[in-house]
C-alpha cells in the first residue's frame, strides 16, 4: 500500500461547482497533514494545513479522519484559477525511523467555464 | 530576495557533464531539502539536511552529492548522470522542531534534462 494515496483524476467540474478530493494515508502515527497546490510546471505551494478538528479558509475546507485515515480537500464555487494539481501531504516515516513529508502523486483540477 | 530562490532554472547537461545546483532560502528556516519530480509520479524526498548536517540520504545514487554549507543554502553537485535522471529538481525549507512535520516552503525548481 502507498503511503500516501489520491485519486489521480482529472476531474473536471464546471465553474460555481462544489468538487471534493480525498486521501488515505498508510502510517497511523502520523501527525501533520497538509494540502498543497502545484500549477502545471511550477513548484508546489502550501495550501492549508489540516487540522483534528477541520478547518476552512475562505471556499476551501479540509478535513482528518483519524480512524479511517483519510483526509478530505473541499473547494465550494470554483473558479477557473482553481485549476491545478493538488497534492495530499502526510508526516511519515522514513527507513532511519525519522519523520519527513510525504507527498501524493496529485488529484487534477480541471475547472471549465 | 524573499523566500526560496533556485538556479539555474533550466539545465541541459550532457551525461559526462559535472553541474550543481544552488538554492538559498531567506526564511531563517533549520531545515533545507532536495526533492526529485519526475513525470506523472509524486515528488520523491532526496536529500534532508537539518542544522546544516545531512540527516537523512533516502538510497540516492552518489551521482548525485548534497553541499550544505550553512543553514541558508544547499547545493546538489551533479556528474556523469543517467537520461532518467531528467527531472524537475526542488529546493525547499522548513522550521523544524523535534521529528518534522511543519509544512514545506518550496523554490521554483531546476529543470533538468541529461542528453
Known amino acids: 500500500r502507498k503511503e500516501v494515496e489520491q485519486d489521480p483524476g482529472p476531474f473536471n467540474v464546471p465553474e460555481g461547482a462544489t468538487v471534493a478530493f480525498n486521501c488515505t494515508y498508510s502510517n497511523s502515527a502520523s501527525q501533520s497533514f497538509f494540502w498543497y497546490r502545484q500549477d502545471c510546471r511550477k513548484e508546489p505551494k502550501l495550501l492549508m494545513s489540516v487540522y483534528s478538528s477541520g478547518n476552512e479558509d475562505g471556499r476551501f475546507t479540509a478535513q482528518l479522519n483519524r480512524a479511517s485515515q483519510y483526509i478530505s480537500l473541499l473547494i465550494r464555487d470554483s473558479k477557473l484559477s482553481d485549476s491545478a494539481t493538488y497534492l495530499c501531504v502526510v508526516n511519515g516515516n522514513l527507513d532511519t525511523g525519522r519523520r519527513a513529508l510525504t507527498f501524493g502523486s496529485g488529484t487534477r483540477l480541471q475547472v471549465q467555464p | 530576495e524573499t523566500g526560496v530562490t533556485q538556479t539555474p532554472r533550466h539545465l541541459v547537461m550532457g551525461m559526462t557533464n559535472k553541474k550543481s545546483l544552488k538554492c538559498e532560502q531567506h526564511?531563517?528556516?533549520?531545515?533545507m531539502y532536495w526533492y526529485k519530480q519526475s513525470a506523472k509520479k509524486p515528488l520523491e524526498l532526496m536529500f534532508v539536511y537539518n542544522f546544516k548536517e545531512q540527516t537523512e540520504n533516502n538510497s540516492v545514487p552518489s551521482r548525485f552529492s548534497p553541499e550544505c554549507p550553512n543553514s541558508s543554502h544547499l547545493f546538489l553537485h551533479l556528474h556523469t548522470l543517467q537520461p532518467e535522471d531528467s527531472a524537475l529538481y526542488l529546493c525547499?525549507?522548513?522550521?523544524?522542531?523535534?521529528?518534522?512535520?511543519?509544512?514545506?516552503?518550496f523554490g521554483n525548481g531546476t529543470r533538468l534534462t541529461v542528453t
Open positions: 525547499a525549507s522548513s522550521q523544524v522542531g523535534g521529528q518534522g512535520g511543519s509544512p514545506l516552503h
Open positions: 526564511l531563517g528556516h533549520n531545515a
